[in-house]
């Protein structure tokens, strides 16, 4: 079965920008959607973006227009691109495909 292994997170500033990725182990990523979430402690998890097999994009409404999701099929890995953080964007970030959560990475946004 597969497994995710997220990585990229890290300390910025606000209005700094991360990249995350998201490589599963095992096999490729299906058909299937991959979804980014993200928890802030004392938060329940949310859904942050998804981005479907044939490249169909969906955002939340609070990172719309600052953060991008995308593929690359050559690394077999997805991306959350993350521009213009803010402090609010702190979380531990998460992937998630068929079933099967990443280990989740930090990101935290300085004020």
């Known amino acids: 079965q597969v497994q995710l292994v997220e990585s990229g997170g890290g300390l910025v500033q606000a209005g700094g920008s991360l990249r995350l990725s998201c490589v599963p182990s095992?096999?490729?990523?299906?058909?299937?959607?991959v979804t980014w979430h993200r928890q802030a402690p004392g938060k329940r998890r949310e859904l942050v973006a998804t981005?479907?097999?044939?490249?169909?994009?969906n955002y939340a409404d609070s990172v719309k227009d600052r953060f991008t999701i995308s593929r690359d099929n050559a690394k077999n890995t997805v991306y959350l691109q993350m521009n213009s953080l803010k402090p609010e964007d702190t979380a531990v970030y998460y992937c998630?495909?068929?079933?099967?959560w990443g280990q989740g990475t930090q990101v935290t946004v300085s004020s």
């Open positions: 981005i479907t097999s044939d490249g169909s994009t």
């Open positions: 095992g096999r490729p990523f299906s058909i299937y959607s």
């Open positions: 998630y495909h068929e079933g099967y």
